[in-house]
């Protein structure tokens, strides 16, 4: 683990609708967390803590879009893609269970990381464009 597997919030990641933001900003902290302690001391507990916080987050955070998205052209797909999330992060969780290497860490924070990005800057971006032009 090093400073790579941070995120640093970026103007970019702005949807403009408040609890979206507010929802991305603590998957953030979360995530950010997990690097601190996968880095720092990997304290088995403190890991399921925050995949636990995590999970939780992801609940509330998806419904959120998903009720915000209703009508998007995109929506059915869009559910899919928070469906698959869960999916991958419920399959590491399991991998933890079993494997507390690094590596398996390591999988975690690249997958968290890349597949933030890429919703916001993809899949919620475009929904919330969608969304707004109809709001007109």
């Given amino acids: 683990m090093d400073t790579n597997d941070y995120i640093q ?20 902290k979360i995530h950010n967390q997990l ?19 995590l999970m939780h987050y992801t609940e509330h955070h998806l419904i959120n879009e998903e ?11 869009h559910k899919v893609n928070h469906q698959k999330f869960v999916e991958k992060i419920n399959q590491i969780q399991s991998y933890l269970a079993d494997d507390n290497s690094t ?6 924070l690249t997958f968290l990381k890349s597949w933030f990005k890429n919703h916001i800057l993809e899949k919620d971006k475009a929904a919330v464009a969608y969304v707004r032009s109809i709001q007109k």
């Fill in 103 to 108: 590596e398996a860490c390591q999988e975690l």
């Fill in 9 to 28: 919030w970026q103007p970019e990641y702005m949807t403009g609708i408040e609890k979206i933001d507010e929802g991305h900003l603590q998957f953030i």
């Fill in 67 to 77: 009720i915000y998205y209703q009508g998007y052209d995109g929506f059915a797909e």
């Fill in 35 to 53: 690097v601190d302690i996968m880095s720092k001391d990997f304290c088995r507990q403190k890991i399921v803590e925050l995949l636990y916080a």
